[in-house]
């Protein structure tokens, strides 16, 4: 599934062409007019990957009460990381701060990142996938159902190119997200130097 998100400045949309597309899903949306300009099987469910991370981040902004809190990484959030999952690389019994994780999630797509933010935030993953989903139901992503926090493949994890716009488009609105979501480099507290995959 292939989200395009496309910030149009003022133009006559008749000069507008499309590339040919090689995906399945994808939808053009202008964030400017809140305009769909070109979809293809936009509702279809499909395994969205990493971008469960934007959900993930969103959610985390959104219900975590206590921002400033410094945030050690646990021996029980390790447990939750897949081997072979993207990581920012925390390190066990470290203190983190909110925004350190926020970036360790966005810049390399760290699981351990996501993990850490689900359950400082909501005390277990059971509790913030439930968050995740509520949030998503009042954003209006009928189409969608999380059951993890960074989008490894798992049963009945599943969204549309359609739903995805429209995360991102709410969750653009909040400028702590759009900060993270827009920045490159990121210096932890720890020092540690993250820079963003794509």
Do not use: C
């Not at 003022?10 to 995906?23: D, Q, R």
Request: overall charge negative; charged content about 20%; glycine content about 4%.
């Amino acid at each position: 599934i292939i989200l395009l998100i496309i910030l149009l400045l003022p133009i006559n949309i008749k000069a507008l062409t499309y590339p040919e597309l090689h995906y399945e899903n994808a939808i053009v949306y202008d964030l400017n007019d809140d305009t769909i300009l070109y979809e293809k099987n936009s509702e279809e469910q499909r395994a969205i990957a990493s971008l469960t991370k934007l959900m993930t981040i969103i959610t985390a902004i959104e219900y975590n009460d206590n921002q400033n809190e410094e945030i050690i990484y646990t021996q029980e959030m390790k447990n939750n990381v897949a081997w072979y999952a993207s990581i920012a690389g925390l390190e066990l019994d470290k203190p983190y701060t909110f925004e350190d994780l926020l970036y360790g999630a966005m810049l390399p797509s760290g699981a351990d990142a996501t993990v850490a933010l689900a359950i400082s935030t909501s005390g277990s993953l059971d509790n913030f996938i439930k968050d995740m989903n509520t949030l998503a139901q009042k954003i209006g992503m009928t189409n969608s159902n999380f059951v993890n926090v960074h989008g490894l493949d798992e049963v009945n994890h599943l969204s549309t190119a359609k739903d995805v716009s429209k995360l991102l488009s709410y969750s653009l609105k909040n400028e702590l997200f759009k900060k993270v979501y827009t920045t490159k480099e990121y210096t932890m507290s720890s020092g540690k130097k993250l820079t963003s995959t794509v």
